[in-house]
């Protein structure tokens, strides 16, 4: 048989490569800015367009390379960082593979300019898919600019795979701040579409995360520091009662390399045990020095997986210094293990005693403070958070039940016809609900018990509400009298900028969104004024963890994060109408059976089964 093994060419090679270093624009950034670190830049520019996908810039004013390197430099496997295995064990450079170049040039088009301090010119080289298209002798600043255009041209199953320019941006931005937050002593800039989103001057570390985070930042740190023999510890800690249901602001670099580590990031929330919910994580930047002996950089082509020798060593360190700093800056004592954010938001109830009876009162009355909701041929009234609580917030619901909506009344037969149970056989009847372990809603129908989970339950009813609203608009916003501010980082200006249309749809009105303090002039009647932050907070961070712009839309993502936020939850006491309401609305939903998080809301425990159990 003939041979038939044969060398890849370089080209094909340097696609291939592409595909581990190269996934996204974000990518393509952070090779980039890591090379200019490496170069000695204390003046680092970012320029992006749509997201990166038709432009990733990076100007530094670092070494430069002269005409030979700058050639050089777009090879497999050339680099000027290390020269032998033993190096590697040795790393004080971001870059060592001597792959980043060669594999953006295999798959975009680039243009770089280039100078070295000792000559008077500089070198200009394009290159597009690999081939040289020229190089030639120009004028410029000392230091590098590389421009990447048209990211993944000439592979269109990976340029299709992109998503929205958003979603590629917010990407880009998280790169920006892990190597923004490391290197507080290089200046940097980030222009996005012509406007300059980060201006970050010379700092200090502390400085530096003000100025990527938000002036809020700077009383919530706490440092945290400790040197020992196998690792100095260094950074900041946010303060328990800041943090937050976002895995926003986690952040670890060893040896000045932003790191991802599930196994030290458990150490770290380990040591806030006690002082935080179990659904919370607390916001760090955690700055680990080690020997580089001491850590295998190299297990993973985008550098950010990494293996330290003795990680049991590290971990009990870090954790033990992290409860050091939470004792020292005495912050335990100061957290209300009784107050429930929860309370915050408009379902908040406290228990109370008696049931007051109903009491129809005009609907019309005050149009900012309530709204109608008209969810799958039902028409209830939502009333805004009132003191006591709970009972106002389905009053009048019976006035409008018969609606006048014929054309959602058919609806309604659909979904009955969808599920085996006739209609009226679903609606509970007053009296007949009662509250189980401040979780579920029972009450009796025809063919047996109907056992509705009421924190699901109320966030399906919630959500196709939501989501109604934002699609026809008819969110009713309640206007503040004193309109509040804000304030947000940078990025998340940025997330409700994006979904600003549609919150204002549910009834949220802001002002000033150029700016890091927001003001909000109006929100949902849904939305008390305490709880406006916590729910903005929330739903950011649902958002920025949801949105990937791929098969949920933007409507559905806002109205499951809303209802989230807003829904009753486990735990809170409903009175009888609220109960019922809460059984009446379900059934009156499209898809009342699944919870938006696709979780069942109820089920039935019919005459049989208790028969079955009593025999
Ligand atoms: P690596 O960073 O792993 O060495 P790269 O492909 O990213 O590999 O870069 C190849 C080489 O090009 C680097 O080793 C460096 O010598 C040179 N280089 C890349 N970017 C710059 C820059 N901005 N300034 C100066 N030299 C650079
Ligand atoms: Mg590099």
Known sequence: MADIIKLLPDHVANQIAAGEVVQRPASVVKELLENAIDAGATLIKLIVKDGGKTLIQVVDNGQGMSETDARLSFERHATSKISNAQDLFNLQTKGFRGEALASIAAIAHVDMLTRVAAMDVGTHIKIEGSKVVSQEVVATPKGTSISVKNLFFNIPARRNFLKSNQVELRHITDEFHRVALVHPNVEFHFYNNGSEIFNLPRASHRQRISHVFGSKMTERLVPVEEETEVVNITGFICKAEFAKKSRGEQFFFANNRFIKSPYLHHAVVSAFEGLIKPDAFPGY????????????????????????????????????????????????????????????????????????????????????????????????????????????????????????????????????????????????????????????????????????????????????????????????????????????????????????????????????????????????????????????????????????????????????????????????????????????????????????????????ISEGDIDKKLN
Not at 370 to 396: D, H, I, P
Request: hydrophobic fraction near 35%; include cysteine; proline fraction near 3%.
């Open 285 to 604: 930047f955690i700055y680990l020095e080690v020997d580089p002996k001491s850590i295998d950089i190299n297990i993973h082509p985008t550098k950010t997986e990494v293996k330290f020798d003795d990680e049991h060593t590290l971990y009990a360190m870090l954790r033990s210094t992290v409860k050091h700093s939470l004792g020292q800056f005495n912050i335990a004592p100061v957290l209300d293990f009784e107050h429930d954010p929860n309370l915050d938001t408009p379902y908040a109830y406290k228990e109370k005693g008696v049931v007051l009876p109903k009491v129809t009162v005009d609907a019309s009355f005050n149009p900012f403070q309530e709204t109608t909701k008209n969810v799958g041929g039902r028409t209830s009234t939502f009333k805004k958070e009132s003191a006591k609580g709970w009972e106002n917030l389905y009053q009048g619901l019976d006035l409008d039940e018969s609606g006048g909506f014929s054309s959602v009344e058919i609806e309604t037969e659909t979904v009955v016809q969808g599920t085996i149970y006739a209609e009226n056989e679903m609606e509970a009847q007053t009296g007949t609900t009662f509250q189980l372990q401040r979780k579920y809603v029972v009450s009796t129908i025809k063919s047996g018990m109907l056992v509705v989970h009421q924190n699901r339950a109320h966030e399906r009813i919630l959500f196709e509400k939501f989501l109604g609203e934002i699609t026809v608009k008819e969110g009713i916003s309640q206007q503040l009298l004193f309109p509040l501010e804000l304030s947000f980082t940078k990025q998340d200006v940025e997330v409700l900028k994006e979904v600003r249309e549609s919150l204002y749809n549910v009834g949220f009105a802001f002002e000033n969104l150029d700016q890091e303090t927001v003001k909000v002039t109006g929100v949902p009647v849904l939305v008390s004024e305490s709880g406006i932050g916590t729910v903005l907070d929330r739903l950011i961070a649902d958002y920025k963890e949801g949105y990937q712009g791929g098969s949920i839309s933007q409507a559905e993502l806002l109205a499951q994060a809303l209802s989230r936020n807003l829904a009753v939850k486990t735990g809170e006491l409903l009175d009888t109408e609220s109960q019922l309401a809460l059984v009446n609305d379900l059934f009156g939903c499209k898809e009342p059976a699944l919870s938006p998080s696709q979780k069942q809301t109820y089920t039935i």
